[in-house]
């Protein structure tokens, strides 16, 4: 089983939509995830944090089930801006951040 | 404040010949990472320098990439010989500390091109 796992996509979504992404990690023992994001041919930038309460960044919600060991993003209202690839990231205390492979999101007007 | 700085840019060489990349994180960072990011993939890390020493290379293919931070504040990433295979952006990432909550920002990336 890979270390950080997420579903691929595609998503192509229309303008307004709410969609989600879900993203599951191997290793119990991590502390910490992140959620990155990523344009076309430039470089991953921090989203946001996922704390173990859940948190929200205006239309950006992320959660996280350490029983089930996934955390997930759930973007409201998606906006035409919002297209980009995000990537799951996973610290593990005695690893480095470990990303996944990315999950594309495509808004249509 | 000023970002993390790569250069070059782009990069396109013959497989079996060298190349090396270059790194200047954002001052005061003492973590650094180099990332090798495949077409279509997530990040995938090469090697992770805390100061000048290394903690984690454990995915480095040494027999051909090396890699160094002197002084604890540049970092170099060299690949000799390349190969097709890697064909790929290297990121060069830094953060404050390495830790649970610890931000790493990411250089725009070398984007190396092996024919």
């Known amino acids: 089983r890979k270390e950080v796992e997420q579903d691929p996509g595609p998503f192509n979504v229309p303008e307004g939509a709410t969609v989600a992404f879900n993203c599951t990690y191997s290793n119990s023992a991590s502390q910490s995830f992140f959620w990155y994001r990523q344009d076309c041919r430039k470089e991953p930038k921090l989203l946001m944090s996922v704390y173990s309460s859940g948190n929200e960044d205006g239309r950006f919600t992320a959660q996280l089930n350490r029983a089930s060991q996934y955390i997930s993003l759930l973007i409201r209202d998606s906006k035409l801006s919002d297209s980009a690839t995000y990537l799951c990231v996973v610290f593990s205390g005695n690893t480095p951040l470990v990303f996944g492979k990315g999950t594309r999101l495509s808004v249509i007007a | 404040e000023a970002g993390v700085a790569q250069s070059p840019r782009y990069k396109i060489i013959e497989k079996r010949q060298s190349v090396a990349f270059w790194c200047n994180p954002i001052?005061?960072?003492?973590?650094l990472y180099w990332y090798q990011q495949i077409l279509g993939q997530g990040p995938k890390l090469l090697i992770q320098f805390q100061n000048n020493g290394v903690v984690d290379d454990s995915q480095l293919p040494k027999d051909r990439f090396s890699a160094e931070r002197l002084k604890g504040v540049d970092s170099t990433l060299k690949i000799q010989p390349a190969k097709l295979e890697d064909s790929a952006v290297y990121l060069c990432?830094?953060?404050?500390?390495?830790?649970?909550?610890?931000?790493?920002?990411f250089g725009q990336g070398t984007r190396l091109t092996v024919v």
């Open positions: 990432a830094s953060s404050l500390v390495s830790g649970w909550d610890s931000e790493a920002f």
């Open positions: 001052s005061g960072h003492a973590t």
